[in-house]
């Protein structure tokens, strides 16, 4: 197991709520060790590069209306 810790910008996020939606979008994803958002759009993300990749991360984010800047 390799776990890969990754810190993205983020666009979407303007408030506690959008905090609190995007991780939301990103429980029970396979593989996700932990995520972390702030205010300023920050998100860092642990993940099991064997069971997720990036991509499948970003796809979650990307249906809750959260895009990698």
Avoid: K
Avoid at 9 to 21: A, D, F, K, L, Y
Avoid at 43 to 63: C, E, F, H
Wanted: one cysteine or more; hydrophobic letters at 40%.
């Amino acid at each position: 197991m390799t776990v890969v810790t990754e810190t993205l910008q983020v666009s979407g996020i303007r408030c506690e709520r959008c905090v609190m939606r995007l991780g939301g979008m990103l429980r029970g994803q396979e593989g996700l060790e932990s995520a972390n958002a702030t205010l300023m759009g920050q998100v860092t993300i642990s993940y099991d590069d064997q069971r997720t990749t990036r991509a499948a991360l970003l796809d979650a984010m990307a249906r809750g209306g959260f895009r990698e800047q």
